[in-house]
């Protein structure tokens, strides 16, 4: 972590046209909060197909504990629970991660970095063009409470696709 607790990011084409009005990261230790943005999105089924079918397996292997994990929140069709996850029923929602926070430390956990590892070896990067936001979608859905993540309401233009997220 070289030492570093928060890294916050913003796209060098996003901007903030007005000022915030409170301190990013003394917000993000208020509530608790291990993983902040500005908005959810929805992304293109191309960018995101076989990555639900990847936490799916993840989340066997290691036994995980569903029962806190949001990311079934996006789930179509919820009644089977994490059975359900799929390309063909994941409802595309993503966190709009162009600009976010979050605590490195979080990140280095053995387990989450075990699913980083997982995501790499499949080589589905590539293959899918899977992006940082679904990714961070996945990885904050499957290792993170929703109350651990923060929604910001300042004001946001992501220039690149000509977006106001006011």
Known sequence: TMGYRWVIWLDADSQVPSNIQYNIVDMMVQHKAQYGFRTFATDSR???HGLPEAARLWIALEKLDVSNMWILSLLRDKSSGVDALSSNNYNQRIIHNNFFVTNVTWWMEPRLQGWLKYLEMLCEYHKFRWGDAPVHTFTTGMFLRRDQL???????????HDTDLS
């Open 46 to 48: 191309q960018v995101t």
């Open 150 to 160: 923060l929604e910001f309401d300042f004001d946001y233009v992501h220039a690149g």
